[in-house]
T-cell receptor
Framework: QQPVQSPQAVILREGEDAVINCSSSKALYSVHWYRQKHGEAPVFLMILLKGGEQKGHDKISASFNEKKQQSSLYLTASQLSYSGTYFCGTEGSQGGSEKLVFGKGTKLTVNP | DGGITQSPKYLFRKEGQNVTLSCEQNLNHDAMYWYRQDPGQGLRLIYYSQIVNDFQKGDIAEGYSVSREKKESFPLTVTSAQKNPTAFYLC????????????FGPGTRLTVL
């Protein structure tokens, strides 16, 4: 079951904050977040595991709410380099499958 | 430098022809994956392999085939049975557990004329 990402697109000015959500109808074991710039390969941002803590990476952090089967990616004080499409990839509650199902992506545009 | 390579970057084929996309990694990763990306659709899993000589179908395996004869290599064949083969194809690899990130290759853009 493909996770649902929201919003589909967001436009920011440099320095503004954004939140991207990823929701699943199934219980989750892990959530991966990736960013892809146009024509390039996706690049890993972070992994959140069931029972784990909120993760952070510079000014990008994420949370994982197991009860709601939802993860959120927080981008604070956005930079021009944050522009791209963000994908979440989810793994079912049993874990160990090593197989991710990706959402359709959220396109983030950061303007000067 | 360790990494994952895909070739060619752009590929054109006539309708009805089979075509094989190359994927090689020197990261010593056990798991390898093939994804298809269409505009607005995200990444959809075609096939994946957790170990040499073994692979599993993903969500959209129809019209595709793979082999995993070597740990480093996971070629994807797009057969004539695939109804809409024009797409961006991404190969990825990982150490092979839920805790490990996937590393993606640069992709191959296949256009079937």
């Amino acid at each position: 079951q493909q996770p649902v990402q929201s919003p589909q697109a967001v436009i920011l000015r440099e320095g503004e904050d954004a939140v991207i959500n990823c929701s699943s109808s199934k219980a989750l074991y892990s959530v991966h977040w990736y960013r892809q710039k146009h024509g390039e390969a996706p690049v890993f941002l972070m992994i959140l595991l069931k029972g784990g803590e909120q993760k952070g990476h510079d000014k990008i952090s994420a949370s994982f709410n197991e009860k709601k089967q939802q993860s959120s990616l927080y981008l604070t004080a956005s930079q021009l380099s944050y522009s791209g499409t963000y994908f979440c990839g989810t793994e079912g509650s049993q874990g160990g499958s090593e197989k991710l199902v990706f959402g359709k992506g959220t396109k983030l545009t950061v303007n000067p | 430098d360790g990494g994952i390579t895909q070739s060619p970057k752009y590929l054109f084929r006539k309708e009805g022809q089979n075509v094989t996309l190359s994927c090689e990694q020197n990261l010593n990763h056990d798991a390898m994956y093939w994804y298809r990306q269409d505009p607005g659709q995200g990444l959809r899993l075609i096939y994946y392999s957790q170990i040499v000589n073994d692979f599993q179908k993903g969500d959209i395996a129809e019209g595709y085939s793979v082999s995993r004869e070597k740990k480093e290599s996971f070629p994807l064949t797009v057969t004539s049975a695939q109804k809409n083969p024009t797409a961006f194809y991404l190969c990825a690899s990982s150490l092979g557990s839920s805790y490990n990130e996937q590393f993606f290759g640069p992709g191959t853009r296949l256009t079937v004329l």
